[in-house]
Nanobody, 123 residues
Framework: QVQLVESGGGLVQAGGSLRLSCVVS???????TGWFRQAPGKEREFVAG????????IYADPVKGRFTISRDNAQNTRYLQMNSLKPEDTAVYYC?????????????????WGQGTQVTVSS
């Protein structure tokens, strides 16, 4: 059964850190992964992405220098390390995969999505 399961969200004070995990099972032999987020009343937006072989990573401007995406292909797990969190980072965070090594920023180009994990940053 194909599924993506995120974990690691929670409530943290501004300036704090969280690490999100996304376990990918029953999916394609290789895939690119993206992390997205959606705040109430806003559209889903790209946060970070990594190719299957790790050769390419992309970050949205608001998170550059604060977030780091990584992968463990042996464990089929993707991570998003979030440091120096700000209240504007508050959102539901989703991981998604697409059947290619190419990472892109458009949500519609991702084929499978997790259920999301809530991240709340208090001021």
């Amino acid at each position: 059964q194909v599924q993506l399961v995120e974990s690691g969200g929670g409530l943290v004070q501004a300036g704090g850190s969280l690490r999100l995990s996304c376990v990918v099972s029953g999916v394609f032999s290789s895939y690119a992964t993206g992390w997205f987020r959606q705040a109430p009343g806003k559209e889903r937006e790209f946060v970070a992405g990594v190719s299957w072989n790790g050769g390419r990573t992309i970050y949205a401007d608001p998170v550059k220098g604060r977030f780091t995406i990584s992968r463990d292909n042996a464990q089929n797990t993707r991570y998003l390390q979030m440091n120096s969190l700000k209240p504007e980072d508050t959102a539901v965070y989703y991981c998604a995969v697409r059947r290619t090594n190419v990472v892109v920023t458009t949500p519609a180009q991702y084929e499978l999505w997790g259920q999301g994990t809530q991240v709340t940053v208090s001021s």
